[in-house]
DNA sequence: CGGCATCCAATTCGATACTG
DNA sequence: CAGTATCGAATTGGATGCCG
């Protein structure tokens, strides 16, 4: 676990990324990072959660609706990977463990107030033209 | 193919969405919207090659390298479906058809730009992160 | 409690062949 | 040219059981 947080990354990038860049668009390297990052299915909801501060495995459990606890574990794990969660182990019996969102974590802030926004208009537009279709 | 962009959103938001927002963080569903929306392997370098101007199919073929005739005809449908592409046929022989994005395709550019800042910074810190390791 | 291992289901992606 | 159909591989997600 100490260096899997690099090498996975290194993976990625040797496979298939940031050699063939095409002279299209030069930024979809560096969108797909975000977005790799960010998918999965309990992500955001986790990031979300945990927005509000610390909580252990079972409190992420209890506030995440139908989350079974292998996604959690390895969703937890991604994050810690890429810097955006801390996990700490506390000195209980039986074992506790905490997870926060780092300060890098709440670097996010812009781009998911940003998805947040357009999803919201996206969604208005959606029921829009739902109306507008049954007249 | 004319309801269809009404009825796979509908589908999604009876399925699972909309109706069980927890407490936690408000915000989740629309961030999984856009998410939705940009999700698959080539829409994003998709609108990035659109966004320099129009395309014809095989245009496409040809700027988006490794991409199959199926994979990019099914994203350019979803990306249609949720009205950020427009598809045009030209009456030639054989059929020509034209694609390119619509003014709500590029309502996704702050979007776009916050994730390509985000994921430049997140790999500058990578591989920072990496030439540490190496000491 | 906080996981991991195993197995299974569903979805996504790709290669090839075919059509108007 | 601009797709569709079909098949198979790969990835992702979920249920269950075990373990320190």
């Known amino acids: 676990m100490e260096t899997g947080f690099l090498k996975e990354i290194i993976i990625k990038m040797d496979k298939e990324k940031y050699l063939d ?16 990052v960010l ?4 992500k955001i909801r986790l990031i979300g959660s945990l ?14 609706d139908g989350i079974a606890a292998k996604m959690l574990s390895k ?9 955006l969660v801390k996990r700490t182990v506390l000195n209980t019996k039986p074992v506790t463990v ?4 780092t300060e890098y974590g709440y670097s996010l802030k812009p781009i998911i107030n940003e998805m947040a926004l ?3 208009q996206h969604r208005e537009r959606v029921i829009r033209a739902m109306s507008v279709k049954k007249e």
Do not use: V
């Open 98 to 101: 905490e997870y926060e969102l």
């Open 39 to 42: 998918s999965g299915k309990w």
């Open 21 to 36: 860049m095409d002279a299209c668009s030069t930024h979809h390297l560096a969108i797909r990072d975000t977005m790799d």
């Open 118 to 120: 357009w999803g919201m």
């Open 75 to 83: 969703e937890l794990q991604e994050l810690e990977l890429n810097g």
């Open 51 to 64: 927005s509000f501060g610390k909580k252990r495995f079972m409190e992420l459990i209890g506030s995440i």
